[in-house]
């Protein structure tokens, strides 16, 4: 096991709504990382924070959103629901700037399904 | 060319086999890669870190062939548990991210 653990495991929302999902990254980790993985894809780079700051962001609009708290756990928000939205997202922990040169920790993922 | 592009799978063969998996990468100035390995509806997993030339480990090996940039995994003596998806995975130039190829799918039969 990794120690990353996400919440929840699955979700369903319908289209229009907002969601929360939740990451609590492995002890001495500083900095979480947010991908999307849609069905049959690669997970997709959303952002990172580090040390409670927006460190990075890919291709993703504005309603996608995070946060990260000073037990470097982190949350990311996703409104106005789209039916693409529907894919697992990971969280991967590390630590440091550039944590993606060095080894992360991915959690079990958040499957969510938008209707 | 993509920034990280993957051999399309799947790949099926039986136990015991030895399958390579190539994977080409755009950004000529990257100096770590990896390879993860991702059970059906589960977190991908690291099974490789490549820094230099290649790297070994047991059944596994992966190479790096910075002047064609790509790299390669080859697995021996193929088991019915090394089903799975494997991907290929570039950091960006800031080190902020991971960048994933869509994967191979590999399946061992008895």
């Known amino acids: 096991e990794t120690g990353v653990t996400q919440s929840p495991t699955h979700l369903i929302k319908t289209r229009g709504q907002q969601v929360t999902l939740r990451c609590s990254s492995q002890?001495?980790?500083?900095?979480v990382s947010w991908y999307q993985q849609a069905l049959g894809q690669g997970p997709q780079f959303i952002f990172q924070y580090y040390r409670e700051e927006e460190n990075g962001r890919g291709n993703f609009p504005p309603r996608f959103s995070g946060l990260q708290f000073p037990n470097y756990s982190s949350e990311l928000n996703v409104n106005a629901l789209e039916l693409d939205d529907s894919a697992l997202y990971l969280c991967?922990?590390?630590?440091?700037?550039?944590?993606?040169?060095?080894?992360?920790?991915f959690g079990p993922g958040t499957r969510l399904l938008v209707l | 060319r993509k920034e990280v592009e993957q051999d399309p799978g799947p790949f099926n063969v039986p136990e015991g086999a030895t399958v390579a998996f190539n994977c080409t990468y755009s950004?000529?100035?990257?100096?770590?890669f990896f390879w993860y390995r991702q059970d059906c509806r589960k977190e991908p997993k690291l099974l490789m870190s490549?820094?230099?030339s290649g790297n070994e480990d047991g059944r596994f090996t992966a190479q790096l062939n910075r002047a064609s940039q790509y790299i390669s995994l080859l697995i021996r003596d193929s088991k019915l548990s090394d089903s799975a998806t494997y991907l290929c995975v570039v950091p960006n130039q800031a080190g902020t991210a991971l960048i994933f190829g869509k994967g191979t799918t590999l399946s061992v039969s008895s």
């Open positions: 950004n000529s100035a990257s100096q770590s």
């Open positions: 991967a922990s590390s630590r440091g700037l550039a944590g993606a040169r060095e080894t992360q920790y």
């Open positions: 490549v820094y230099s």
């Open positions: 002890s001495g980790h500083n900095t």
